[in-house]
């Protein structure tokens, strides 16, 4: 893997690349993955879409994270099961300063509609977090309490800024979000989105899949800042952050 931004580098240290801040405060991390011309998904999945370097970046994503959330359509899409670390993303995980258990998957759905015997519910070591709202049918809810630490953080959808808070509250503010496209626009709207990496797959895909964010069009657009940029294979791995400020 190089480096080409900021500075040229044969070499990558991924745990130095991708450390959160030095910051109190929560921190919301996207992880993304496109084809050339635009395509989030091949067959309904981003997996055609990856390659050893995105997932390599993805591990130490996960690895330095204290919490992945993920909208529901991507955890049925993609069958999410709970985070489960390899030696080596233990060690990153250690030199960062967290603790040995995995970061919890925290689920983002109005519906509740999720099956709670399904193994990210049931395997979990660090119990998944099901973020819901007061719309939720009560059976629903109360179903999932029993296998997940259930958090209702709106009326009818999701407030997606308390539930950042109701995270910090856990102990969890150096967040990655994966998606998807629906939840991600919303991360965008609510002025939450700290950083964006972006893994430009070096694929054409055409068809009629969606983009890495989808709903309403944002006038103006949201203007972004390449904060550096990986190569490996053909791969992109940048990373952006909103150009608003100059984190
Ligand atoms: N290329 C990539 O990097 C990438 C990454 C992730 C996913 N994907 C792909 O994207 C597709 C899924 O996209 P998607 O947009 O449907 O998935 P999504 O954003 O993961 O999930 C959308 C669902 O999340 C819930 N949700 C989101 N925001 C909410 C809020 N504020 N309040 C309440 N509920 C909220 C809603 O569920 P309820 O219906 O329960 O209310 C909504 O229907 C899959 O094909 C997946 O493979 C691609």
Do not use: K, N
């Not at 819901?132 to 999701?158: H, Q, S």
């Not at 069009?217 to 800042?225: H, I, T």
Request: a negative charge.
């Amino acid at each position: 893997m190089d480096q080409l931004f900021p500075d040229r580098s044969d070499t990558v240290d991924l745990a130095a690349a991708y450390a959160y801040p030095p910051t109190h405060r929560s921190w919301l991390r996207a992880s993304m993955i496109g084809s050339v011309d635009g395509a989030a998904t091949v067959r309904g999945t981003s997996g055609a879409l990856g390659g050893d370097a995105d997932r390599a970046v993805l591990r130490m994503l996960r690895a330095l994270t204290q919490c992945v959330v993920v909208g529901i359509g991507t955890a049925r899409a993609e069958g999410y099961g709970p985070v489960q670390l390899r030696p080596d993303q233990l060690a990153a995980r250690r030199a960062s300063g967290l603790g040995a258990a995995p970061p919890p998957i925290a689920v983002v759905t109005g519906s509740a509609d999720i099956d709670p015997d399904l193994e990210l519910f049931t395997g979990a070591e660090s119990p998944t977090v099901v973020l819901t709202t007061e719309a939720a049918p009560a059976e629903r809810r109360a179903a999932l309490a029993r296998r997940a630490d259930l958090v209702v953080v709106g009326e009818e959808r999701v407030d997606l800024a308390a539930a950042v808070a109701a995270l910090a509250e856990r102990g969890h503010r150096r967040l990655l979000c994966e998606g998807g496209p629906g939840l991600l626009a919303q991360v965008v709207v609510a002025g939450l989105l700290d950083e964006l990496c972006m893994t430009l797959s070096p694929v054409l895909a055409a068809g009629d899949a969606g983009r890495i964010l989808g709903g309403p069009a944002f006038d103006p657009p949201v203007r972004l800042r390449l904060a550096h940029a990986l190569q490996d294979d053909g791969f992109l791995l940048l990373r952006y952050v909103p150009a608003r400020d100059e984190r």
